[in-house]
C-alpha cells in the first residue's frame, strides 16, 4: 500500500463516504484516517464455493487454495482485532449492505 498516496486521496476526499477494501501488512497506518474498519468475512466453506465458482481462477489450484486457507487462519484474527466490526458475509448481499449500513449509521 502506498500509505502517502492513499493518505493523500482520503484527506482530499474527507467530505465523502469512501469504502476501501483490501488488506496489506501496512494498512495500520492509515486507520487514523478511517472512520471505521469494517472486516467483512465469510466461513471457509463458503469461501470455497464461491472461489470454485467465479470467473477468477485465482484459488482454484490446490496450492493456491491452501495459501487462502493458511492466510484466513493466520491473519484475519489479527485483522478483526484491530477492527472496529466484523461482517459475516454468510448471507444476501442486501443483508450484508444493510447491516454495513446500520453499523455506520447510513
Known amino acids: 500500500l502506498d500509505t502517502k498516496r492513499m493518505i493523500t486521496y482520503l484527506e482530499q476526499n474527507n467530505h465523502r463516504n469512501v469504502f476501501l477494501a483490501g488488506t496489506t501488512s501496512n494498512q495500520k497506518e492509515i486507520y487514523s484516517y478511517l472512520d471505521y474498519v469494517i472486516v467483512l468475512t465469510a466461513p ?9 465458482t467465479r470467473d477468477n481462477s485465482f484459488g482454484k489450484s490446490e496450492a493456491e487454495w491452501n495459501k ?21 458475509t454468510d448471507k ?15
Open 44 to 52: 471457509i466453506k463458503i469461501m470455497k464455493d464461491r472461489i470454485q
Open 68 to 88: 487462502i486457507k493458511s492466510d484466513k487462519e493466520l491473519f484475519e484474527p489479527l485483522i478483526v482485532q484491530s477492527s472496529d466490526f466484523t461482517i459475516s
Open 92 to 106: 444476501a448481499i442486501s443483508e450484508v449492505l444493510s447491516e454495513l449500513y446500520h453499523l455506520i449509521g447510513f
